[in-house]
């Protein structure tokens, strides 16, 4: 297939890439731009473990077009580090063991990022049915949910701070 | 809990948090090498038939492939059982499952490469095949393997004590038949290996070998390949990037990682390859499907006289760790209640179907959901509670159980004391609303096998430990970090043990080349094993330490303590009070100062001149500093063998089960059943586990609810479905793995034994609280409604039929006339061979070949 020029827009930058129009935003990510953080977990918009945002919502990129997301802003888990440190959110996922493995954990966190940004301070039930879409073996869940509260608090405490 | 250690104890983020939060952290997938070529496997869509003739050529013309690779290619057969070496990288003259691995090619990009799978042709010979354990036991030709009989891979009879005797004097006795279907690690990362060969500068030929792989046993791996690709082992070099998970799955040679290497050995090039999530399925080796013929005699005052038990394993194509699992299947009837004589007989069935393999709970799970649930059974039977049966039934340790496994630490009366205060089962337990109830059960594990698989003995575990005048502490450990945080136990030992801050120490971990043997993670035996060999190795440097820092000090190295960051006189008052700053900036205060620097670079002439005189305190660095000084190198090393008399007894098949210790858990679980659908809801589980001493207490109760949480979709939802040979559900969401709506609350409760050979008194923490959850919920589900469920997943359709059955009500069929093969009724699974052209036709004789019945409800 012939390759076609596109422009895309990672974590605040623009990259121009020559891909075929068939390539997935994943592996566009993955391969041409070594953003090697998403992850492929399954071939079929299962387990979530690809998550990026798109303008700000969490999208599988395994199952999308890198062509259909010119002119968009894409989010990946690259881009979540605030100022070279870690974001409250991943501070309290290794604090309170949200994550073990890891392979799941970048997902998570666009899930977890968007979650926060539309429900700043969610239930329980809602945490859980924001994390649905998300698949983790590891966990069971129920620390990434401590850690989510964690992160909470300390995003309030840092604010009171400012 | 206080304790008078620093590290150990207290919650930490794992030593590798931040490259897994942040996305920098590297799996194998996530690698890259200049000129790499992507390989795609091709599999068999045929359950069982030889292979007549193979022609790539069409395939090798094509544009951008580079190789294609069969099994002549590399014909050793392996396995990672020295008595089940069985299987090849490609198959030589037999494909034995759908899913069997019969050519690789290795081509520019993966688009190229799955194009050139279809231009290879392979013509089959189609033999029956054989799906049904006990049907593949009848057989007497067509075998799976022409070396054994029957299909059997392996049986074991074992009778300890006079199990007639006991039976003959029990008041009640309960027989019945389980099954516990099979399920899958279905870890979040699929398997990936990348192969590379360096040119040899000398001869300017083709010299070593070195792979990445996501594996749990980095060593058997190199000792794999080594056969297979007859290399020496100093040729090869395994590394273990980080894996996305294991539970068992990635705990022996999985074909990619040899065919990669085949594959970049004759492309010439770097091969990386990775399954795709359906692969991986294939790939299996997971819990197999269980046949439990078990009888169980108990006496009036509940204690239990004499347990039965004939286990039929269908264990796929071929051996795997089958031998081992079908022993602990009957090794661990013993070690967790007091069993006075046990009936053993075990068979390892082969049959066409992806190879089962070890799982976490290997071997027990199964085993253990039938007994918990008849010993809950035989309570009823004769009016004792669920608990208390259990608690009639403790071991007295330190013993050693009839059949031969040596007891130290035991916590099981502690965990179920706790697990039923924090429940409120005394107060709770039948006065909960409808269809709502309680159970409760128990489970153990091993904390890694007295006997390795490779009979030697060589160590299990051996640690290198480096300081140098930057005060760095760096661990070299073959312990195979998966996820459960095998690294930072490591960084902990070692700092506790050497009494520096957890900042000091990096651990470089399973690299063949730079770290010493340690045979993987797997048996839950890394903690426990490498644990002990990190803690000898500090205390070996800790000794040189010592006494470099006693000649300063003018004392006996006895009179030193390592404490935050410092070396002082247990009489001096040492540690954070003497450096005047609290622990915790100590470690980035130690490590920036110019002080401390400033020393080490002027050297040791006039550090020696400045310290002149006795002191009663140094820092690390200065101790460190002086240590190099007075020896002139700091290292050491400590390994790890497990005692003579943890072995185990000396019958045929001993080796399995004896542990140097053994974890133990006690689970009480809340369910409801929703009467109408056959719906079950777990609410809340809560789980107690005797690991021990916690040693990173966040790790530890990740690890018991990550247990529970995988025993409970065993128990409810996970299930592999076979359709003569082909997998039906080959994806994770038909698979069912739970998501967070799903998942109850698991409380985690900690229960420290303190083992007296541990190190600081661990045990495992990882598989002992998997079995203990399945029947935990069936007991609660038998509570909520009345149903005793002898075959898991106890899905709505099981639930109901036995609810029917209770009411005397007419079963009903809900799959009826519905062929789920009909491709025009199936869901195609990301793109099954089955479904991508023809199922696969059946040989005349195949018992499962039958007339396709009428498609009822819907042929469109």
Redesign the interface.
């Known amino acids: 297939m012939k390759k076609e020029l596109i422009e895309l827009r990672v974590n605040g930058r623009c990259h121009e890439l020559a891909i075929e129009p068939s390539k997935l935003l994943l592996d566009a990510l993955?391969q041409d731009l070594q953003?090697?953080?998403?992850?492929?977990?399954?071939?079929?918009s299962?387990?979530g473990?690809c998550t990026v945002q798109v303008d700000g919502v969490p999208m599988l990129s395994c199952t999308m077009l890198a062509a259909s997301c010119e002119g968009q802003e894409i989010t990946?888990?690259?881009g979540?580090?605030e100022h070279g440190s870690?974001a409250a959110?991943?501070?309290a996922?290794?604090?309170?063991?949200g994550?073990?493995?890891?392979?799941?954990?970048?997902g998570f966190?666009m899930t977890v990022k968007h979650l926060l940004a539309q429900n700043p301070n969610p239930t329980e039930e809602e945490?859980?049915?924001g994390?649905?879409s998300?698949?983790?073996?590891?966990?069971?869940?129920?620390?990434?949910y401590q850690a989510i509260k964690a992160a909470i608090e300390a995003e309030q405490k840092g604010m009171a701070a400012k | 809990m206080t304790n008078d250690f620093s590290i150990i104890g207290k919650p930490i983020a794992m030593v590798d948090a931040a490259g897994k939060t942040t996305g920098s952290g590297k799996y194998a997938d996530d690698l890259s090498l200049p000129g790499m070529l992507i390989g795609k496997i091709l599999h068999s869509p045929y359950p069982h038939a030889r292979i007549k003739r193979i022609d790539t050529s069409r395939a090798e013309k094509l544009d951008g492939v580079v190789t294609v690779v069969v099994g002549t290619d590399a014909p050793n057969p392996y396995g990672i059982l020295p008595v089940g070496h069985d299987e090849y990288a490609l198959a030589l003259d037999k494909v034995r499952y759908v899913g069997d691995n019969v050519a690789c090619v290795a081509a520019v990009d993966e688009a190229t490469a799955e194009k050139a799978l279809e231009l290879i042709d392979v013509e089959y010979e189609l033999l029956p095949a054989y799906f049904d354990p006990e049907d593949a036991m009848k057989a007497e030709t067509n075998l799976i393997h022409e070396n054994k009989p029957h299909n059997i891979e392996k049986d074991y009879h074992h009778v300890f004590g006079e199990p007639e005797k006991g039976f003959a004097e029990a008041d009640s006795i309960a027989e019945a038949r389980f099954i516990a279907n099979e399920v899958t690690h279905a870890a979040m990362e699929p398997h990936c290996t990348l192969a590379a060969f360096e040119i040899d500068p000398h001869t300017g030929n083709r010299g070593r070998l070195t792979v990445q792989s996501s594996t749990q046993v980095p060593y058997y791996l190199q000792h794999k390949l080594s056969l297979v690709l007859e290399m020496p082992m100093s040729q090869i070099r395994v590394i273990k990037p980080l894996v996305g998970g294991g539970f068992g799955g990635k705990s022996e040679v999985i074909p990619l990682e040899i065919i990669a290497a085949i594959a970049a050995r004759k492309a010439l090039a770097p091969v990386k390859i990775t399954y795709t999530r359906e692969e991986v399925f294939w790939a299996h080796r997971g819990r197999p499907r269980t046949i439990i013929d078990l009888k169980t005699g108990v006496k009036n005052d509940g204690r239990i006289t004499a347990v039965k038990a004939r286990v039929v394993q269908d264990g796929g194509a071929y051996c795997s760790y089958g031998v081992v699992t079908i022993l602990y299947s009957g090794a661990l009837l013993g070690a967790l209640y007091d069993i006075p004589n046990i009936q053993y007989d075990g068979y390892r069935v082969l049959t066409n179907k992806p190879v089962c393999g070890a799982m976490r709970g290997h071997g027990t799970v199964n085993v253990r959901f039938a007994f918990e649930s008849q010993l809950d059974e035989l309570a009823a039977t004769i009016g004792m509670d669920p608990a208390e049966i259990r608690q009639r039934n403790l071991l007295q340790p330190p013993c050693i159980t009839v059949n031969g496994l040596r007891v130290q630490s035991y916590g099981l009366p502690e965990c179920i004391e706790k697990v039923v205060d924090r429940s409120g089962w005394r107060q709770r337990k039948g006065k909960l609303p409808k269809s709502r109830g309680l159970g409760v059960a128990c489970s153990h594990y091993v904390s890694g096998a007295a006997n390795s698989i490779i009979r030697s003995d060589m160590p299990h575990s051996t640690v290198n430990i480096k300081i140098d005048r930057d005060g760095g502490v760096v661990v070299y450990t073959g312990a195979s970090d998966i996820g459960q945080g095998s690294d930072t136990m490591v960084a902990q030992v070692a700092a506790e043990a050497l009494g520096c801050s957890l900042s000091r120490v990096k651990v470089v971990a399973a690299d063949t080349d730079l770290t010493p043997i340690d045979i993987g993670s797997y048996s839950s035996r890394v903690t426990f094993m490498n644990g002990n060999a990190t803690l000898r190795a500090a205390q070996e440097v800790k000794k040189q330490i010592a006494s470099a820092a006693a000649r300063k000090m003018n004392c006996s190295p006895e009179e030193l303590t390592f404490c935050d960051d410092a070396v002082g006189r247990k009489n001096g008052h040492v540690g954070t009070a003497a450096l005047g700053r609290p622990a915790e900036q100590s470690s980035a205060a130690a490590s920036v100062s110019g002080h401390v620097e400033g020393q080490i670079l002027r050297g040791s002439l006039q550090q020696k001149r400045k310290d002149e005189g006795p002191k009663d305190r140094m820092t690390f660095e200065e101790a460190v500093v002086a240590a190099i000084d007075f020896h002139g190198a700091l290292s050491g090393s400590g390994s790890y063998a497990p005692p003579q008399e943890a072995r185990g007894g000396k019958h045929k098949g001993a080796g399995v089960g004896p542990s140097p210790a053994y974890s133990y858990s006690a689970q009480v679980a809340e369910v409801s059943v929703d009467e109408e659908t056959g719906e079950v809801t777990v609410h809340k589980v809560w789980a107690a586990h005797d690991c021990g001493r916690a040693l990173n207490p966040v790790s530890v109760e990740g690890q018991i609810i990550g247990s529970v949480w995988m025993g409970m979709g065993q128990a409810l939802t996970e299930e592999m479905v076979w359709k003569d040979g082909m997998l039906m559900n080959p994806g994770l969401l038909e698979y069912r793995s739970p998501s967070s709506i799903e998942s109850p609350e698991v409380e985690a409760i900690i229960v420290e034994s303190i083992d007296p050979e541990g190190p600081f008194g661990a045990k495992e923490c990882s598989e002992g609280s998997l079995a203990a959850t399945i029947p935990a919920i069936a007991n609660a589900i038998y509570d909520a409604v009345g149903i005793r469920l002898h075959e898991s997943p106890f899905t709505p359709e099981r639930v109901l039929a036995a609810l029917r059955a209770k009411r005397n009500a007419k079963p009903i069929n809900l799959t009826e006339g519905v062929d789920p093969t009909a491709p025009a009724r199936f869901r195609e699974h990301g793109g099954s061979l089955w479904f991508r052209g023809k199922g696969p036709e059946r040989h005349p004789l195949d018992p499962s070949r039958r007339e396709a019945p009428s498609p009822v409800g819907g042929d469109d």
């Open positions: 993955r953003l090697t953080g998403s992850k492929r977990g399954c071939d079929d299962s387990c473990a990946t888990v690259e979540v580090s870690l959110i991943q501070k996922y290794g604090d309170w063991g994550s073990q493995c890891g392979y799941c954990t970048p966190m945490i859980r049915s994390l649905s998300n698949l983790c073996r590891c966990t069971g869940y129920s620390q990434m």
